[in-house]
Each structure stands twice: as structure tokens, then as C-alpha cells.
């Protein structure tokens, strides 16, 4: 029986990438060392390090060292299912080849609990193109089916939704995932002890707490005190009668409940991220309601702007037209002049024709009318 998990956490800093590829390549985790890497990598060794800087010279190489850093997927198989860890990296390679193609990933065996489980950790910038890496719920669903289908060609078990790996069905009232079912099943059962106490305050707390002081004063209304110490490995409640509860007893009890260092601290960044988000939203919205009241202010002065805009507009034209009107009666006057000096020197000619023609024809009959000889 395989599961599929998409591990929603921070992933959009270089610190949240570095850790989860130290944490998926620990030793004492991958203890026979069933690890995979795919594209560029120089290193001799598959070095958490290496390979955070690999992935790092890859964001830069095209220019997107921004946003969403990696994409963090979990392939798990329960205690029973007969399986070795071979098999399990050879059927996360399958996966991680067709679903990631041309982006670098790891992969890595995990043995350190009572069933093994495959990380793959993606880089989420393509080697090929340098496009990001997007997931859709559809793609989810198809990458469920090809799961599937893989255990199915196998021979291994198939995840029935309702049913244990068995394939009997889970009973009313039995506890096997941390849901909001899980919590109304918690809080309404008679036979609920401290334990279950402890879980029904973590459900109420951790959905709400940003960081480890939040949390741990969340538990702290509720009666529960935190032992959370760094030089400690598990974290330790105690209520106010004394009862203690190791985060250890909480997650065997209640399967899919993770309550240790690492998981709540992960949840913390998502939690935290979640309330940037909100608080980017409400900002903008702010910001875009005080850009609307400047417009509204603005708006007297700018349609007085456009009158006298416009008032311009119509003088400078008033103007073009009376000098318009100037320059066509220039031209007018000076044409009318034109013409009248014309006629006048035609006058003039005309006059000095008729006068010598009569001073000829005066020459002519003087001649006619002298002395004969």
C-alpha cells in the first residue's frame, strides 16, 4: 500500500531548502543508503551541501532564485506490505522521472521507522528551460493513479480509501488521520484519557501558533505545560495533575498525528506564511481603498485642471482664427492694391497711346497742308 504525500511547508527560502535536504539525506535515516540524484551534480558523493548549492548555481543560472524553492513529495508503505527498500527507490524513481522531468531531485530510503518511506525533494527550476515547477490538484489525482497502477503491476497492496491494509473496514470511532473527523471523533469519545486530552489540546493549538512560544502558551491555557528543550530529542506534556505524555506516545496512538520538533516547527513556518499571505491581502486592499480616496480628492482640482485646460484650448483657437482672419484680409487689402496700381499704369498707358497718336496725327496734317512747290 503506497501513500502519496505532498509535504505543504515553507518552501520559499534558501534556509528551508538547505533543511530538508540535510533532513532527507541524514544517515541514521538512510541507513543502507538508498539515495538517488537526477541532473547536473559534480559531487563524488550525494552531500546535502553539494547539493543545495548545485540547486542554488541552477535558480541563479536563470535568474530565478525566487519564490517556491523546491517541492518536497513522500511515497510511504505500511509496516506490513512486502516490500524492500530497493524496490521502494526504484518506484519513487518511476515517479519522480515521469512527473519531473528535466528538474534535478533527490531521492532517499528512509528506514528509520517501522515502514519504509521514499522522500523526493524537486528543484523547482527546470535545467532544461528554466521554467518553475506547478502542481495542480489534477496532477495530484494522476499522480496518485500512477501509483497505483505501479503497485498494482507489483503485486502490492492498493490503498482502498475507508479500508486497513487489510482490506477490512475501519470501524466508526477509530483514529487514523489527523483531520477535523479525527477531532469531533477525540472530544465525543466516553473512554478519552489524558493522552487523548493531550491530543484534542495540540488540535485546538497547532492549527493557530506561528512559532514555538505561540504554541507552547496555547498549550499552556489548556492546562498543559511543554517540555521543549533543544538538548532533548522529544518534547514532553505534562498536565496540571502530573500526567506526562512523550510526543512519541501521541503519534503511536494517534497515526498521522506528528507532534515532534521537526514537524511542529515546519507547521509553524506554514502557519506563519499563511499569515503574511493574509496580511499582504489586507494591505493591498488598503492600499487600494487610500489610492481611491486620493483619486476622489484629487478630483475637483483635476476637472478645474481640465477647464482651464480646455478655456485654453478654445482662447489659443479664438486667437489662430482672428489672426487667420487678419492674415486673409492682409492679403485681401494688398491684392485690391494690386490691382488698382495695375489699372492705374494701364490708365496711364492708354492715356499716353491716345497723346501720341494725336501728335502724330496733329505732325501729319501739318504736312499735308503747307506750301506746294
Not at 20 to 47: H, M
Not at 62 to 80: L, T
Not at 157 to 177: M, P, R, Y
Not at 277 to 293: E, L, M, Q, Y
Request: charge should be negative; include cysteine; hydrophobic fraction near 30%.
Amino acid at each position: 500500500m503506497a501513500i502519496n504525500k505532498v509535504v505543504n511547508k515553507s518552501t520559499k527560502s534558501h534556509g528551508a531548502m538547505r533543511n530538508v535536504l540535510e533532513y532527507v539525506l541524514r544517515d541514521e535515516k538512510i541507513k543502507e543508503q538508498y539515495v538517488y540524484i537526477s541532473g547536473p551534480y559534480a559531487g563524488e558523493t550525494i552531500n546535502y551541501d553539494e547539493v543545495y548549492q548545485t540547486w542554488l548555481q541552477e535558480k541563479r543560472l536563470w535568474d530565478k532564485d525566487s519564490g517556491r524553492m523546491y517541492a518536497h513529495y513522500i511515497m510511504s508503505f505500511h509496516k506490513d506490505e512486502n516490500i524492500t527498500p530497493a524496490e521502494v527507490l526504484e518506484l519513487c524513481q518511476l515517479y519522480a522521472e515521469r512527473f519531473f522531468p528535466g528538474h534535478q531531485y533527490v531521492i532517499s530510503v528512509h528506514q528509520d521507522k517501522d515502514h519504509l518511506h521514499g522522500h523526493i525533494v524537486v528543484n523547482s527550476v527546470s535545467y532544461i528551460d528554466g521554467q518553475k515547477l506547478h502542481q495542480t490538484k489534477h496532477d495530484l489525482e494522476r499522480q496518485k493513479e500512477f501509483t497505483n497502477d505501479l503497485c498494482r503491476e507489483r503485486g502490492l497492496t492498493v490503498a482502498e480509501k475507508g479500508h486497513h491494509f487489510d482490506g477490512s473496514l475501519i470501524e466508526q470511532g477509530e483514529i487514523s488521520a489527523w483531520s477535523k473527523d479525527k477531532y469531533n471523533l477525540l472530544i465525543n469519545d466516553s473512554k478519552k484519557s489524558f493522552v487523548a486530552d493531550c491530543a484534542i489540546a495540540l488540535l485546538e493549538v497547532i492549527p493557530h501558533s506561528a512559532s514555538r512560544e505561540e504554541f507552547i502558551s496555547g498549550m499552556a491555557q489548556r492546562g498543559w505545560s511543554v517540555q521543549w528543550e533543544e538538548k532533548r530529542k522529544h518534547i514532553v506534556f505534562q498536565n496540571e495533575n502530573g500526567n506526562k505524555v512523550r510526543d512519541t506516545n501521541i503519534e503511536k496512538t494517534f497515526a498521522g498525528l506528528e507532534v515532534n520538533k521537526e514537524a511542529l516547527t515546519h507547521e509553524f513556518e506554514r502557519q506563519n506564511e499563511i499569515r503574511h499571505t493574509k496580511s499582504d491581502i489586507i494591505r493591498i486592499g488598503n492600499d487600494t481603498a487610500d489610492v481611491r480616496d486620493d483619486r476622489k480628492s484629487e478630483c475637483p482640482d483635476t476637472a478645474a485642471l481640465i477647464r482651464e485646460i480646455r478655456a485654453d484650448i478654445s482662447d489659443s483657437r479664438s486667437q489662430s482664427r482672428a489672426v487667420i482672419r487678419s492674415e486673409n484680409q492682409s492679403v485681401t487689402d494688398n491684392q485690391q492694391s494690386v490691382t488698382r496700381e495695375a489699372e492705374r499704369r494701364l490708365e496711364e498707358q492708354r492715356r499716353a497711346r491716345e497723346q501720341e497718336r494725336a501728335r502724330e496725327a496733329r505732325k501729319r496734317a501739318h504736312q499735308h497742308s503747307g506750301p506746294s512747290l
